[in-house]
């Protein structure tokens, strides 16, 4: 275990531990119902201008700009096409699907200059209940992105979603993760009220937020999902908040998993 982080874990624990609020039923039961309408508000909001383009994705997971081959990657969560564009420009032998179950942000991406169907596929798809199989030839991916997308699902949801991934990918392919982890900064600033279950929250804007362990990770990609880990740890690295002038250090989880041959 890294030392770094179960220092980290030690402070946590104590703080989380004060919040005993629990959210009233009605309140999960509206959350729970309403995930992709808040999604498509956030997008209807914020149109193009709330994230950057991802151009740190490749330095992360060189997998994706192997320029001696081309590969089919499938981006679940695409939002407006941060992750996209930047790829697409790094590996000129890529094709990518795009998928996202807000219809707002899938319209930015197909009204987005650099969109070509030679090259790309946006389509809109809730990934725990729709089939990827629809817009995507089974066993045909060589990558899955999974970045920051899962913590936006509700826990009893992951397992149907991860399921549906390992249908499109291929044998010998890579699901590549990222996402939130254990005691966060985010996760540790959250008031009273906001908490839905342990290590799940609902932000202002509706939308929900999962902080993952490594257990949790691996219960569901190899214990239940049959795929081979190939890495999967925490990321720490501080940041400092200008206007504040304070340092804050977030918590992410990273890995790759490969599907048997």
């Known amino acids: 275990m890294d030392p770094e982080f179960e220092k980290r874990k030690a402070v946590a624990c104590e703080l989380l531990q004060k919040d005993t609020s629990v959210m009233p039923e009605f309140w999960k039961t509206k959350y729970s119902k309403e995930l992709s309408r808040n999604w498509d508000i956030f997008y209807k909001r914020n149109t193009t201008n709330f994230f950057k383009d991802r151009h740190w994705t490749d330095r992360e997971f060189t997998e994706l700009v192997d320029s001696n081959q081309k590969k ?14 930047p790829l697409l420009e790094k590996n000129p032998e890529a094709f990518i699907y795009a998928c996202d179950f807000s219809p707002r942000a899938v319209e930015f991406v197909k009204n987005n200059e650099k969109y070509n169907t030679d090259r790309c596929k ?3 798809c809730d990934i725990t209940s729709n089939q990827l199989t629809d817009n995507i030839p089974p066993e045909s991916l060589d990558i899955i992105s999974a970045i920051f ?5 509700l ?3 992951m397992e149907n979603a991860t399921s549906n991934l390992i249908k499109v990918l291929k044998p ?15 996760q540790l600033r959250f008031k009273p009220g906001r ?3 342990d290590n799940l929250y609902v932000r202002q804007d509706g939308t929900f937020a999962y902080y993952f362990s490594t257990e949790k990770l691996r219960d569901l990609f ?13 990321v ?4 400092t908040n200008i206007k504040k002038n304070i340092n804050v250090e977030r918590v992410f989880l990273q890995a790759k998993f490969i599907k048997p041959k």
């Open 122 to 124: 946006a389509f809109v």
């Open 72 to 85: 089919v990657i499938l981006e679940i969560g695409c939002g407006v096409g941060n992750f996209i564009w």
């Open 236 to 239: 720490i690295k501080s940041t």
């Open 195 to 197: 908490k839905f279950e």
């Open 155 to 157: 826990p009893e949801q």
């Open 149 to 153: 997308v899962f913590s936006a699902l």
């Open 222 to 234: 190899v214990n239940s999902g049959g795929l081979i880990e190939e890495e999967n740890r925490y």
């Open 172 to 186: 010998g392919g890579k699901i590549l993760f990222r996402d939130y982890g254990l005691y966060d900064a985010a």
